[in-house]
């Protein structure tokens, strides 16, 4: 099937491919071990113009595939993986399946709704190591964008975060070779495909595709691409709950030619706090992402710490607030007289750009 971007990852085990497609799953052509579906709480109901739907179609019933799973973690993190499928119209394997916790049936808040997903991915990436550590097939792995059915999860956040996923799995599984997003959402699909440009973590692993090179060519003509300085640095500190704003604020940075430093993707060593201390001596802007989180965290408060004895030295504070957490006596002291900027009213997307315009003001 041809693909809307694709890019080769260089992994110990050879190079992989991760690519992303639009289309409907009927006409889906090349073989897929394994085809992942999402699902509401254990609620497979074939629904008109969902992904499971359009299997019951092709004669792939979810349903019946649910009741004797070859793996089940649906009592430790909702997901489960099929028997082989006897016969279908589609060249699929079988089905993983990852359900949406109830979380998505009660009053959440987005975050709690994006949090879940990469729980989530993350979960069902670990079930995969351990079918290929069973002798399952697991070569090659169709993945839907997950929430952007049904449950009308916005992937504004959660992108980056997922293909840095699929990238860690390419690199650590032995086994699989291909993983294909497929997504019939034209929109999303494009969305997912751009992402595969803007993201540092790929292009300094991979090599891109002509799709991949045709894209990004086509972000920098439509003037969506501005770039800074090549010695620019931004080192990220934040707290690990955050991580999905990080992975969003990195990608977003790197789209517009700003360097980004933050761990633990640019830790080549085992020496975590050197790498820590070199990072934030060589920056030229230090962002601190202040949330209820990074607030408790002694790490962001050790890398505030060190970033505000450089102020002054070719070195701006850039402090980036994603909720209304009032700041105890410890971050006030260091992020009181620096500008900082509000990004908890959506839409995130908007809030970013509008934070690295900023950042050089």
Known sequence: MDALNSISVETPYGTKTLS???????TWSDPLDIMTVSSFYRDYAPTRRSLMGSLFEQGIHVQELSRNPAIDLRDLCNIWLS?????????????????????????????????????????YFLMLDLASAAGIPVRSVGLPILGGGAQQVSSE???IPILNECLSFLKRNPVVHDIHIITRNQGQAYQFARSLDSSYSFTQSTTRGAAGIAAAAAVVAAGETRHAEPSSLAFISYS????????????????????????????????????????????????VIVSQYSLKSQHVLNEIDLAFQRLGRDLKFCPLKIDEEEMGPAFRYYLARQHWMDAHIPPLEQRLEEFIAKMND
């Open 20 to 26: 992303v497609h639009c289309c409907a799953i009927n």
């Open 83 to 123: 028997r082989e499928i006897p016969s279908s119209s589609l060249p699929i394997g079988r089905v993983g399946c990852i359900e949406l916790t109830p979380l998505f049936r009660g009053n959440t808040t987005p975050a709690d709704l994006e949090q879940s997903i990469l729980s989530s991915i993350h979960a």
């Open 157 to 159: 956040l959660v992108n």
């Open 240 to 287: 690990s709950r955050d991580k999905n704003i990080a992975d969003n604020l990195c990608a977003k940075l790197e789209s517009h030619g700003i360097k980004a430093w933050y761990a633990p993707r640019d830790i080549r060593t085992g020496d975590y706090a050197s790498a820590i201390v070199d990072a934030i001596s060589r920056c030229t802007h230090f962002i």
